[in-house]
């Protein structure tokens, strides 16, 4: 699990001062490339051997708003790895108070888009860091 703490900014947020609710995928990924990068895979490597990780599927259940000024943290998880994708799970708080729970999917494709397995090097990474 990795976790990352942010503070929200005058942008993040509405007319109405809570973070916009898109901001919240903003997180994730914020989060996703944090994660990777702790356990040893960081985007731009596995992008220089020619793959890439896109988001096929988000969801996200908003619990609570975080407004402006407040310092967020998203704990991000690997919660799935298959043969050639993994799921990536994600918490929100503010001073441990959830706010949001989220998902996404990412398939391991090649530069030409097609979805492929992942080289034994990085499944077995993923595989150690699996949140059991």
């Known amino acids: 699990m990795n976790s990352l703490a942010l503070r929200i900014s005058y942008a993040d947020t509405d007319q109405m001062g809570m973070v916009y609710y898109a901001n919240y995928l903003d997180f994730f990924e914020r989060g996703r490339t944090e994660l990777l990068r702790e356990i040893g895979l960081e985007y731009k490597a596995i992008e220089e051997r020619g793959f890439y990780f896109p988001v096929i599927h988000a969801e996200c259940k908003y619990i609570s708003p975080a407004k402006y000024d407040h310092i967020i943290t998203i704990e991000t998880n690997i919660s799935e790895v298959t043969a050639a994708s993994i799921t990536c799970s994600y918490e929100v708080k503010c001073h441990e108070k959830l706010l949001v729970i989220g998902k996404t999917k990412h398939p391991f494709v090649n ?16 595989e150690k860091n699996l949140e059991k």
């Open 111 to 126: 530069k030409e888009l097609k979805p492929v397995r992942f080289p034994k090097d990085i499944k077995d990474v993923l």
